[in-house]
């Protein structure tokens, strides 16, 4: 029972960053706009997270840095697919060979170093619930605004006016400007919302997971986010529990690996991916190829009439 705690706690440790990329994704494609590009924008959200964290010495100015890092870049992403309606897809993939490349030229001098991050913060008496308090409630202050964006994510998007033109802009885009909603405006900023949560994701690899900078350091985390929006079907609690059963297959690799597994290390590394794919290969089979509840409009370039 010890070692299953300890494997669920890492769980949310690890899975906290593809989460807030994956939240970030979840409101950007509600919007109609698919954002690929979220392996560059979280690697320049880590960077800029690490870079103000060892500046200043405040791991929050780091996650507000790391924030707007990831708004920032994705500005550009949001111009070229609502302003200009280019490819989302080759766009995306532009993304993310900036985000690497920039992070990489940004972050030469500081490969290794280390920062003082967010320090563990128990809450009062749930961290004593046995079992469940220290796989939920003995954790650091992102990981419980984790907790608070699902449920607000979720609240939201199913029952707020707000999220119900968001989902209009996605579904039928026509259908809402023809309401009076601004379409273009509507996606570029929930584009760009999405994009900034994503860099946080980075910053939290950064300033509190790792607390250090390291090349390359999603590993892939940014396309795990991207695959688990339809694993999730748009949802942002499922999308959360990909994000955990994710962050639980990561922890599991680890452990074994400090066990001493005769397993190779490759394939242990591997694991957390192989697991993605088959979820995603068992949604596709259950849903027969169809992407259940996937925005009508999504990765669609909308073109506004003009009017008399």
Same mark, same amino acid.
């Given at each position: 029972?010890? $070692? +299953?705690? &300890?494997? *669920?706690?890492?769980? !949310?440790?690890?899975?906290? =960053?593809? %989460?807030?990329?994956?939240?970030?994704?979840?409101?950007?494609?509600?919007?109609?706009?698919?954002?690929?590009?979220?392996?560059?924008?979280?690697?320049?959200?880590?960077?800029?997270?690490?870079?103000?964290?060892?500046?200043?010495?405040?791991?929050?100015?780091?996650?507000?840095?790391?924030?707007?890092?990831?708004?920032?870049?994705?500005?550009?992403?949001?111009?070229?697919?609502?302003?200009?309606?280019?490819?989302?897809?080759?766009?995306?993939?532009?993304?993310?060979?900036?985000?690497?490349?920039?992070?990489?030229?940004?972050?030469?001098?500081?490969?290794?170093?280390?920062?003082?991050?967010?320090?563990?913060?128990?809450?009062?008496?749930?961290?004593?619930?046995?079992?469940?308090?220290?796989?939920?409630?003995?954790?650091?202050?992102?990981?419980?605004?984790?907790? $608070? +964006?699902? &449920?607000? *994510?979720?609240?939201? !998007?199913?029952?707020?006016? =707000?999220? %119900?033109?968001?989902?209009?802009?996605?579904?039928?885009?026509?259908?809402?400007?023809?309401?009076?909603?601004?379409?273009?405006?509507?996606?570029?900023?929930?584009?760009?919302?999405?994009?900034?949560?994503?860099?946080?994701?980075?910053?939290?690899?950064?300033?509190?997971?790792?607390?250090?900078?390291?090349?390359?350091?999603?590993?892939?985390?940014?396309?795990?986010?991207?695959?688990?929006?339809?694993?999730?079907?748009?949802?942002?609690?499922?999308?959360?529990?990909?994000?955990?059963?994710?962050?639980?297959?990561?922890?599991?690799?680890?452990?074994?690996?400090?066990?001493?597994?005769?397993?190779?290390?490759?394939?242990?590394?591997?694991?957390?991916?192989?697991?993605?794919?088959?979820?995603?290969?068992?949604?596709?089979?259950?849903?027969?190829?169809?992407?259940?509840?996937?925005?009508?409009? *999504?990765?669609?370039?909308?073109?506004?009439?003009?009017?008399?």
């Amino acid at each position: 029972m010890e $070692l +299953l705690t &300890v494997i *669920l706690s890492a769980a !949310i440790r690890s899975g906290t =960053p593809v %989460l807030y990329a994956t939240l970030g994704e979840v409101i950007t494609e509600r919007a109609g706009i698919m954002n690929l590009g979220l392996e560059g924008i979280m690697l320049v959200g880590a960077y800029a997270g690490f870079a103000v964290t060892q500046g200043t010495g405040d791991p929050w100015l780091g996650i507000l840095a790391a924030f707007g890092a990831g708004c920032l870049i994705t500005v550009i992403h949001a111009f070229l697919c609502i302003t200009m309606m280019c490819n989302q897809v080759v766009s995306g993939l532009a993304m993310v060979l900036a985000g690497y490349g920039l992070s990489a030229l940004m972050g030469r001098t500081s490969i290794g170093q280390t920062i003082t991050g967010f320090a563990q913060m128990n809450v009062p008496v749930l961290s004593q619930i046995p079992f469940l308090g220290p796989i939920f409630f003995q954790h650091n202050a992102m990981v419980y605004l984790s907790y $608070l +964006l699902i &449920v607000l *994510l979720c609240l939201f !998007i199913y029952c707020t006016r =707000p999220g %119900l033109n968001m989902r209009a802009v996605g579904e039928n885009p026509r259908a809402a400007d023809a309401m009076g909603l601004p379409v273009s405006s509507i996606r570029y900023f929930y584009c760009i919302l999405g994009g900034g949560l994503a860099g946080i994701g980075g910053g939290y690899l950064s300033v509190v997971y790792a607390q250090m900078w390291i090349e390359g350091m999603t590993s892939g985390r940014g396309w795990i986010a991207v695959a688990l929006v339809i694993f999730g079907m748009w949802n942002p609690w499922k999308a959360a529990l990909g994000a955990y059963l994710f962050g639980g297959v990561e922890a599991l690799q680890l452990r074994m690996q400090a066990m001493g597994s005769t397993v190779s290390v490759s394939l242990l590394l591997t694991l957390p991916y192989l697991m993605t794919i088959i979820v995603l290969i068992a949604v596709s089979v259950k849903s027969k190829g169809r992407l259940l509840n996937a925005p009508a409009s *999504l990765s669609i370039p909308f073109l506004r009439e003009g009017r008399e």
